[in-house]
């Protein structure tokens, strides 16, 4: 059996598609300008070539016309009529000085009131006259053939009885010529005037590439001041130093130099504050695990794990709360994604993670949800890592058997988020230095690593809301002053709806 025919074996290179491939062509700004300045330039060189050729055909005909003019003239001056018939006082030396050219063919033509011919060439054509164009005795020109030859003709009609005002006699009388001699002159003007182009061109392209490359130089010395920089040189770049047209260019780099020394400004103080928290956990869980090791006794052994694992714990915390503040801070760099949603929702799913939390702590963890659902614009993971560190933040300084409530309420411009617990409070002076990061009020015996509030800040930041903190106006039956924070969001604007008549529910 023949084997089947394999299939025709294709070119496997890749080939990226074209709008790929030009979209990887880099263009140049100094091409791009000399192409859009030499480009006219060069087409409208042609057409200034025939502009001069137009022009000096017009100039060359001028002399030429003036002498057809005066030959008509004197020729017209010697046709007068004698007894009726048209006469001419032409000589035969006279005639040939009218014909003598070296250049052109020149023939003239005299013609009775009726048309009949009286002297020169017959074959010169009549002008074509039109009924409302009365002959007039004023020399005209006009452009002819004659046997095939462009020719230029001077024409004007002789009365030849003076006193004859109704019916006057008219005698035409044509002086025509070849146009050698005008083409000659023509092309001699057209030679004097496009020649010395020649020259110039070139001259005018070398003098815009150089005024081009002058003009652009300072995109250059822009250029080495930017490579002369250090790396960790994040300054701002003089703006006065460049031509106006550069500027906006200098002054996007600069904002753009300004964000990027933020962002590394804050991955520093994080770098810092990671190093630094850090250190005190790990510290205390080498001791431990050396005092573990040390230990001979089951019960000592078991005594110094567990501290191990709290420490651990404390840790784990601290590199969570770490990475949530970092995930916060550069929120706005990751462009993560802002989303309609409803605040009530999200909170009560909150509420709900940390009910286990609640019942270990013996704490009443309650929530009020809203008459009508309040709709924000938001990051859902942010506004939860926001929401669970104000719980737990309330979790932890309310002491056994108190109580901690979240509220989602709105009016009409605002949607509200409230947190208040039964715990010790936070005093006047303090509220404005506990979202500072790793701040702890003196004398409190909580745990905590001063993280949360400060992420809580820097969410709250990101979507536009504020934070305020009160004294907790329902504890009153308790012995602590409590505490409520509360975050105000803006809502978005709503849609307008179409006017005209209300929907039909059928």
Same mark, same amino acid.
């Given at each position: 059996?023949?084997?089947?025919?394999?299939?025709?074996?294709?070119?496997?290179?890749? =080939?990226?598609?074209?709008?790929?491939?030009?979209?990887?062509?880099?263009?140049?700004?100094?091409?791009?300008?000399?192409?859009?300045?030499?480009?006219?330039?060069?087409?409208?060189?042609?057409?200034?070539?025939?502009?001069?050729?137009?022009?000096?055909?017009?100039?060359?005909?001028?002399?030429?016309?003036?002498? !057809?003019?005066?030959?008509?003239?004197?020729?017209?001056?010697?046709?007068?009529?004698?007894?009726?018939?048209?006469?001419?006082?032409?000589?035969?030396?006279?005639?040939?000085?009218?014909?003598?050219?070296?250049?052109?063919?020149?023939?003239?033509?005299?013609?009775?009131?009726?048309?009949?011919?009286?002297?020169?060439?017959?074959?010169?054509?009549?002008?074509?006259?039109?009924?409302?164009?009365?002959?007039? /005795?004023?020399?005209?020109?006009?452009?002819?053939?004659?046997?095939?030859?462009?020719?230029?003709?001077?024409?004007?009609?002789? *009365?030849?009885? *003076?006193?004859?005002?109704?019916?006057? =006699?008219?005698?035409?009388?044509?002086?025509?010529?070849?146009?050698?001699?005008? &083409?000659? #002159?023509?092309?001699?003007?057209?030679?004097?005037? $496009?020649?010395?182009?020649?020259?110039?061109?070139?001259?005018?392209?070398?003098?815009?590439?150089?005024?081009?490359?002058?003009?652009? /130089?300072?995109?250059?010395?822009?250029?080495?001041?930017? *490579?002369?920089?250090?790396?960790?040189?994040?300054?701002?770049?003089?703006? @006065?130093?460049?031509? +106006?047209?550069?500027?906006?260019?200098?002054?996007?780099? @600069?904002?753009? #130099?300004?964000?990027?020394?933020?962002?590394? +400004?804050?991955?520093?103080?994080? $770098?810092?504050?990671?190093?630094?928290?850090?250190?005190?956990?790990?510290?205390?869980?080498?001791?431990?695990?050396?005092?573990?090791?040390?230990?001979?006794?089951?019960?000592?052994?078991? *005594?110094?794990?567990?501290?191990?694992?709290? /420490?651990?714990?404390?840790?784990?915390?601290?590199?969570?709360?770490?990475?949530? #503040?970092?995930?916060?801070?550069?929120?706005?760099?990751?462009?993560?994604?802002?989303?309609? !949603?409803?605040?009530?929702?999200?909170?009560?799913?909150?509420?709900?993670?940390?009910?286990?939390?609640?019942?270990?702590?013996?704490?009443? #963890?309650?929530?009020?949800?809203?008459?009508?659902?309040?709709?924000?614009?938001?990051?859902?993971?942010?506004?939860?890592?926001?929401?669970?560190?104000?719980?737990?933040?309330?979790?932890?300084?309310?002491?056994?058997?108190?109580?901690?409530?979240?509220?989602?309420?709105?009016?009409?411009?605002?949607?509200?988020?409230?947190?208040?617990?039964?715990?010790?409070?936070?005093?006047?002076? +303090?509220?404005?230095?506990?979202?500072?990061?790793?701040?702890?009020?003196? &004398? @409190?015996?909580?745990?905590? /690593?001063?993280?949360?509030?400060?992420?809580?800040?820097?969410?709250?930041?990101?979507?536009?809301?504020?934070?305020?903190?009160? @004294?907790?106006?329902?504890?009153?039956?308790?012995?602590?002053?409590?505490?409520?924070?509360?975050?105000?969001?803006?809502? %978005?604007?709503? %849609?307008?709806?179409?006017?005209?008549?209300?929907?039909?529910?059928?």
């Amino acid at each position: 059996m023949t084997p089947p025919a394999s299939p025709p074996q294709q070119d496997l290179e890749y =080939q990226p598609p074209a709008a790929e491939a030009d979209d990887e062509i880099q263009h140049s700004l100094f091409g791009e300008i000399l192409d859009w300045m030499l480009a006219p330039l060069l087409l409208l060189w042609p057409m200034s070539i025939a502009i001069t050729y137009l022009v000096a055909k017009s100039i060359a005909n001028q002399p030429f016309d003036h002498a !057809l003019e005066d030959s008509v003239t004197v020729l017209a001056q010697q046709v007068r009529a004698v007894d009726g018939k048209v006469i001419k006082g032409l000589s035969g030396p006279a005639r040939d000085i009218l014909r003598a050219d070296d250049v052109d063919s020149v023939y003239f033509q005299i013609q009775g009131p009726h048309g009949e011919h009286v002297d020169g060439d017959r074959d010169l054509p009549p002008p074509v006259i039109d009924e409302d164009d009365k002959p007039r /005795s004023s020399v005209r020109f006009r452009n002819d053939t004659m046997h095939g030859t462009p020719v230029r003709v001077a024409y004007a009609y002789v *009365r030849l009885e *003076r006193d004859a005002v109704d019916d006057p =006699q008219l005698a035409l009388v044509q002086v025509a010529e070849t146009l050698e001699k005008r &083409g000659q #002159l023509a092309n001699a003007i057209i030679k004097g005037v $496009i020649l010395p182009q020649f020259i110039i061109l070139p001259i005018v392209l070398a003098l815009v590439w150089f005024a081009l490359a002058r003009g652009l /130089s300072p995109l250059a010395q822009l250029q080495e001041r930017i *490579r002369a920089r250090s790396s960790d040189d994040l300054s701002p770049i003089a703006s @006065n130093q460049v031509p +106006e047209e550069i500027s906006p260019l200098v002054n996007s780099l @600069n904002d753009m #130099l300004a964000r990027l020394s933020l962002s590394i +400004e804050m991955q520093k103080r994080f $770098i810092a504050d990671a190093a630094h928290q850090m250190r005190t956990p790990l510290a205390g869980m080498r001791m431990q695990s050396e005092l573990a090791l040390r230990q001979t006794d089951r019960g000592e052994i078991h *005594r110094s794990l567990e501290q191990l694992a709290k /420490s651990s714990e404390a840790a784990t915390r601290l590199v969570n709360q770490l990475l949530a #503040l970092a995930r916060a801070e550069n929120q706005p760099q990751a462009g993560t994604a802002m989303l309609p !949603l409803e605040l009530s929702e999200l909170a009560r799913s909150a509420v709900q993670d940390w009910v286990p939390a609640s019942f270990a702590q013996r704490i009443d #963890l309650g929530y009020e949800a809203p008459a009508e659902p309040v709709h924000i614009v938001g990051n859902p993971t942010m506004l939860r890592e926001l929401l669970s560190n104000l719980i737990d933040n309330a979790l932890r300084y309310t002491p056994a058997g108190g109580s901690v409530t979240v509220r989602v309420r709105g009016d009409a411009e605002h949607g509200f988020l409230e947190v208040e617990d039964t715990g010790p409070g936070i005093a006047q002076a +303090e509220r404005a230095r506990v979202f500072e990061r790793f701040y702890r009020i003196l &004398g @409190n015996k909580a745990e905590g /690593s001063g993280l949360g509030l400060a992420i809580v800040r820097e969410i709250a930041q990101q979507h536009g809301a504020e934070v305020d903190i009160y @004294n907790n106006p329902r504890a009153q039956q308790s012995k602590l002053p409590g505490a409520l924070f509360r975050l105000t969001f803006p809502l %978005p604007p709503r %849609p307008q709806e179409p006017e005209g008549e209300p929907p039909y529910y059928g």
